[in-house]
Structure formats: C-alpha cells, structure tokens
C-alpha cells in the first residue's frame, strides 16, 4: 500500500518549524494542542518511522523529519497555488492582531484599507480590548503583533512610537468639578488597567477624596458615562469624542505620561511585517494629527 500523507498535517507541520514551537503552531491554526499531538502522530504513522523528537519542553525534528520538512513546504505551497489557480476557497494565511479600544475606529479601518491593496489573501483578526494583556499574549504566541501602552522605562522590547500624555476629561454636561473637600466621581476601566492607576496613584499623593463612580471594561461606556455628567476620567488625547472636554484649571493634580509601542513576535512571516509596518505608520500619523 503506497504511503498518503495528510496535508492538513504536513500544513501544521511546517508551520511548527515556522512558528519556533508546535504550542503556537496550534494557536495560529486555531487548534487544539491535542489536536496538533493528534496529527504529527498520524504523520509518523503514515511515515512509517520517527519524525520528531522530545527536545526539553517541545519538539525537534529527526534526521526523517527534517527530510520530510522540505518535501512538505513544497507540496503545501503546490497545494495552495493550485487551489487558488481553480477559484478554490484556499485557507489563506492569517494575522493575529491586538491593540487598545482607542486605536480601533480610526488606526484599523486605514491600515487595513492600505494592507488590503498589498495582500487581499490574508485573514486579518483584530483583538481591540484589554491594554495590560498584549504584550504578554505577543511573547507567547497568541498575537503576531500588538499596539500597546507601557509605562515609560518599564518595557525593554517592542518599538516606541510615541510618549503620550494623560489629562482628565468630563462631559460638558458636568457644570463643574466637586471642591476639593468633597469626593471626585471616577469613571474609570476596571482593574487592572494603566490609566485607572495613574488615576488613583496620583489622587493619594495629592491627598484628594476620590470615590467610583462607574467602572467598565468598554471605553464606549467610559465616554458614554462621560456625557451624561457621571464623572471624570483619564486618557489621552488621542480618540476623544465630541461631548467629551479636557479639564483644565480645575485644581486636579498632574498626570503621568505613557508610552506607545509596538510588540512583535519574533521572526514574523512577510505578511505579518508588512502589516506591523503599515500600522506603525499609520498609528504615528494620527497621533501627530491628534496632538
């Protein structure tokens, strides 16, 4: 009986070479470790021999393996290439993508829309959410890329693009600040979060009473609860929608900067890197139009 490899499994085989490690091999394919386990066994059973080997807490290629390696690289890209030559609905590649609420109305739509005329194949999966997470999920392969904000000289990877400074905002609706005796009403994300923080870290120094208001893991229901006269809260400058009014001379104490960076996985595919670089400059043109 003539041997038949399964190209699913020679398409996860090649990107665990690619990706470093068959763990994010399984998070950029969207499966299961068990079920990537579950395919390099039925290679090895279809090849009739050993193709990996334990290597501390991964795999590493036999002398087999890696001789099946480059055959696989050719028939997955023969594979693709006929598929698409057809009109097939070839799985094209994909980029995971992380950034904060504030760059996802304006930084995504413009990357994309530049991105799209370079490389219309590629799956694009954008994660807006929770700032204090990218960087670690960038390090361990769950994101390609991420836009995140760090705390000035606390981050020693990723690329700066910009120190952003922080001031407090309220909604016009709100006639003025509490005196200073009384409590300030925060509407501020829930923990943890860098501008809650710097918030809250600052308000102790100063000795000012400050009390919650509202606290929520959308930006939308910060600026919301902003414009019916909830509260104060911080960020910068960048994203601030009409309603929405940066306070000043209100006897409230001075507020920290952040950072802007950009964090990548190591030896991104050209598709990845391409992205990166168009969202970078994207990201610093808006920021320049916003400052």
């Known amino acids: 009986m003539s041997t038949r490899f399964d190209i699913d499994a020679l398409r996860t085989m090649v990107a665990g070479v690619d990706a470093g490690s068959f763990a994010r091999a399984a998070v950029q394919l969207s499966r299961s470790q068990s079920a990537v386990s579950m395919q390099l066994k039925r290679l090895e059973e279809q090849a009739g021999q050993a193709l990996f080997e334990r290597k501390g807490r991964g795999l590493a290629l036999t002398e087999a393996g890696d001789a099946l390696l480059a055959y696989a690289r050719r028939i997955v890209a023969l594979h693709d290439e006929a598929a698409a030559a057809l009109g097939a609905a070839a799985q094209g590649p ?3 993508v992380g950034l904060p609420q504030d760059f996802y109305e304006d930084v995504i739509p413009e990357a994309m829309t530049r991105f799209a005329r370079l490389r219309p194949d590629v799956h694009v999966e954008v994660r807006a959410g929770r700032n204090y997470a990218l960087e670690d999920e960038v390090h361990s392969g769950k994101l390609d890329m991420a836009l995140a904000f760090a705390q000035p000289g606390r981050s ?4 700066l693009l910009a120190t952003m400074p922080m001031f407090w905002y309220a909604g ?3 006639a003025a600040v509490p005196p200073r005796a009384d409590a300030l009403p925060l509407v501020l994300f829930d923990h943890p979060c860098l501008f809650r923080q710097s918030a809250l870290q600052v308000l102790e120094s100063s000795g ?3 009390r ?3 606290t929520t893991p959308s930006l ?3 600026w919301a609860a902003l414009k019916f ?3 104060v809260t911080v960020r910068t400058a960048h994203g601030v929608p009409r309603g929405v009014r940066r306070l000043t001379g209100a006897g409230l104490p001075r507020l920290p900067a952040l950072d802007l960076r950009v964090f990548a996985r190591s030896n991104p595919p050209p598709a990845a890197q391409a992205f990166q670089e168009i969202v970078e400059a994207v990201a610093r043109a808006r920021i320049s139009g916003a400052s």
């Open 94 to 96: 994909a980029i995971r």
């Open 156 to 159: 020693r990877t990723g690329t």
């Open 172 to 174: 016009t609706r709100l």
């Open 208 to 210: 000012r009473p400050w």
């Open 212 to 214: 919650l208001a509202l």
């Open 220 to 222: 939308a229901g910060v």
């Open 229 to 231: 006269g909830h509260g």
